[in-house]
């Protein structure tokens, strides 16, 4: 609970840090390559890390690096490039470049991070001996980081309510549905992951669900014959930020690219990347062309 909401500010901080005039490098960018280094420090000391408190490690891969990196957000932005939705003014060749771009860069920089963050825990793993761990928490310690997490995320009620309404559609609307995408993707990768060797159909089934989703959203947001309340604005926005944000993850995707290798991590890849965009085309294609994003909004933000 407490990883996937500090995982999805984590992701809206740094994407916003990164979102200014002359950017060189695109927002999500630098969320996706953070998550990836987590990722790739945590698979190292995964025995460590288990031996010591368990549901720590899956606290800070499923939880943490899975709701900070977003396949979603990330087949959206190429969706976004190959149409040009910003008008900018370029010829449509560049548009596919951008495209591409969008699609090679970002696998380029999270698996470079993955590979990184698995350099950087061989410096770290010999901290994590059996003489140098401290002591696994007692149970009284355990119940109490258990309500502690409940606690965190029962706390997400009140800050929607009680925080400035600015503060909705920008951050705590989506810390509300962080942890329901968290357990969806987790839940399905538990009951799916398995069914099919050498192709994890519980992350391919969260990450194509997400999107479609996400496509979903993005429709209700823009497309409607009255405007839209802010609050159901607040709400669309949580959902596109949080619950499709943190079911769909790259940190996992790019850690089964690393460990399938070969033609097989290369057909799973084109599969996830090929379903996400023909998702994307069917649900999010027909209100662009027909002019209701992103030049129609109906939806206003408190």
Not at 86 to 92: M, P, T, Y
Not at 136 to 149: D, N, Q, T, W
Not at 219 to 246: E, F, K, M, R, T
Request: hydrophobic share 45%.
């Amino acid at each position: 609970m407490p990883a996937s909401v500090f995982g999805v500010l984590a992701r809206l901080g740094l994407t916003a840090l990164a979102t200014y005039d002359g950017r060189s490098v695109f927002p999500l960018a630098y969320a996706q390559a953070v998550g990836c280094l987590v990722m790739g420090i945590a698979l190292r000391i995964k025995q460590p890390l288990g031996q010591y408190y368990s549901p720590l490690y899956t606290a800070l891969t499923t939880g943490f690096c899975g709701s900070l990196t977003t396949f979603s957000g990330w087949q959206l932005d190429i969706f976004n490039a190959w149409l040009n939705a910003a008008n900018n003014r370029r010829a449509g060749l560049r548009d596919a470049l951008d495209g591409i771009g969008q699609t090679v860069f970002t696998l380029s920089i999270s698996m470079a991070a993955l590979q990184f963050g698995l350099y950087i825990s061989f410096l770290v793993l010999p901290s994590f001996s059996r003489e140098k761990m401290i002591p696994r928490p007692r149970r009284l310690v355990r119940y109490c980081i258990v309500l502690i997490a409940v606690l965190i995320y029962a706390g997400t009620y009140p800050t929607y309510f009680l925080m400035s309404p600015h503060f909705r559609h920008q951050a705590t609307a989506a810390i509300l549905f962080s942890f329901p995408g968290t357990l969806t993707r987790y839940l399905l990768s538990i009951h799916l992951n398995l069914r099919i060797q050498a192709f994890p159909l519980g992350t391919f089934a969260a990450n194509t669900l997400g999107t479609a989703l996400l496509g979903a959203f993005h429709v209700l947001q823009n497309l409607s014959a009255n405007p839209l309340s802010p609050n159901a604005c607040n709400v669309l926005q949580g959902l596109i930020d949080g619950y499709c944000g943190c079911l769909t993850t790259v940190s996992t995707f790019a850690a089964e690219l690393y460990e399938m290798g070969g033609w097989s991590g290369l057909r799973y890849g084109f599969i996830s990347w090929g379903v996400s965009q023909l998702l994307l085309l069917v649900i999010l294609g027909p209100s662009f062309w027909a002019g209701h994003i992103p030049e129609h909004k109906s939806c206003v933000f408190m």
